[in-house]
């Protein structure tokens, strides 16, 4: 009996969710008196993943697998389980890994539950916290099942150092040819992703239009952080589709949020709700995203944001 944790990569290198979703697996194992086993993919070095306590690293590297294939991702994963006869599987709560998570429940006839927030508060009863109803609540769910696939709610549990002397055992995956197959696949570089943002700096139509999109990218810049965007905005073609947050964009779970000319349309809260601070700035004082907000700036984007780029970068040189 083991736990099995997936941990994510692009381009042989660690997402930050890896380390989180073998932080929470750590926990988990803990509670069940078992060890934990991290599987990655074409990953260059799966060492790191010893200082998040993964006593075992299984790595399959194989060049078919280095664009993501949900069916063949989840016919790897299903193969390893059983090779390390785990009963928890711990996978991130990313677009990707909502795809694979429920393949990889059907294989092994496992519980899935998504959008897991803290560690088991029981083990017998398997029982977890949830976010439902688009983050405005939570439930604890019982997993009744033999096999359990728990999906992390992204910046949720945290990463925790727990280092341990692990090792490294390569796996002889079975891959099976993919029925899709990506032609081309295009990658924004030498920017941070929302996906793995610490900050998220977003932007709608109160900018007006894409040629005054400049102070947004200076405010990410200054703040180390990943620009994002409205429906609206994207829809306009002002910005790309791959900005695009909130419900039917990509969701937001940073430290730090901060919306800027955005009335806070309800799916667009719905997809950024899960941040943990909020800032708006809008010249709206009635505009619904105040309600949802923790700081808010009644004011001009264009008179605001300019001052708040010069007091950061005056507080970062002092």
């Known amino acids: 009996m083991s736990v099995l944790v997936f941990a994510d990569s692009s381009e042989g290198k660690f997402k930050k969710s890896a380390f989180e979703v073998v932080s929470y697996g750590y926990k988990v194992a803990e509670q069940l008196g078992t060890n934990v086993v991290a599987l990655t993919i074409n990953v260059n070095d799966?060492?790191?993943?010893?200082?998040?306590?993964?006593?075992?690293?299984?790595?399959?590297?194989?060049?078919?697998?280095?664009?993501?294939?949900?069916?063949?991702?989840?016919a790897v994963v299903t193969e390893v389980a059983n090779a390390e006869n785990a009963t928890v599987l711990v996978i991130d709560?990313?677009?990707?890994?909502?795809?694979?998570?429920?393949?990889?429940?059907?294989?092994?006839?496992?519980?899935?539950?998504?959008?897991?927030?803290?560690?088991?508060?029981?083990?017998s009863p398997f029982t977890v916290k949830r976010k439902a109803f688009s983050?405005?609540?939570?439930?604890?769910t019982v997993i009744s099942t033999d096999k359990k696939v728990?999906?992390?709610?992204?910046?949720?549990?945290?990463?925790?150092?727990?280092?341990?002397?692990?090792?490294?055992?390569?796996?002889?995956?079975?891959?099976?040819?993919?029925?899709?197959?990506?032609?081309?696949?295009?990658?924004?570089?030498?920017?941070?992703?929302?996906?793995?943002?610490?900050?998220?700096?977003?932007?709608?139509?109160?900018?007006?239009?894409?040629?005054?999109?400049?102070?947004?990218?200076?405010?990410?810049?200054?703040?180390g952080a990943a620009t994002a965007c409205s429906k609206p905005v994207s829809d306009l073609g002002w910005r790309p589709h791959g900005e695009h947050v909130g419900q039917t964009g990509k969701p937001v779970a940073s430290n730090l949020?901060?919306?800027?000319?955005?009335?806070?349309?309800?799916?667009?809260?719905?997809g950024i709700n899960a941040s943990k601070v909020k800032v708006v700035i809008n010249t709206d004082a009635e505009a619904p995203f105040f309600k949802a907000a923790d700081y808010g700036i009644v004011g001009?984007?264009?008179?605001?944001?300019?001052?708040?780029?010069?007091?950061?970068?005056?507080?970062?040189a002092s």
Do not use: C
């Open 46 to 74: 799966s060492s790191e993943l010893y200082n998040y306590g993964a006593e075992k690293v299984v790595s399959v590297n194989n060049d078919s697998l280095n664009i993501f294939n949900a069916k063949q991702y989840a």
């Open 93 to 123: 709560s990313s677009i990707d890994g909502l795809y694979l998570a429920p393949l990889v429940a059907v294989n092994l006839e496992a519980g899935y539950a998504s959008n897991v927030v803290d560690a088991p508060s029981s083990t």
């Open 135 to 140: 983050n405005k609540a939570f439930s604890n």
């Open 150 to 223: 728990i999906g992390i709610a992204k910046n949720s549990f945290g990463i925790h150092e727990n280092s341990v002397s692990g090792t490294t055992e390569s796996f002889n995956a079975t891959i099976a040819d993919a029925a899709v197959k990506s032609e081309k696949i295009e990658r924004v570089t030498g920017k941070v992703t929302i996906a793995d943002a610490d900050i998220v700096v977003s932007a709608g139509r109160g900018l007006k239009g894409p040629e005054n999109w400049g102070m947004v990218e200076e405010l990410a810049d200054v703040l």
């Open 257 to 270: 949020y901060i919306a800027i000319g955005i009335s806070g349309a309800i799916q667009h809260l719905a």
């Open 300 to 316: 001009d984007a264009f008179e605001v944001v300019p001052k708040l780029i010069e007091k950061l970068k005056a507080f970062k």
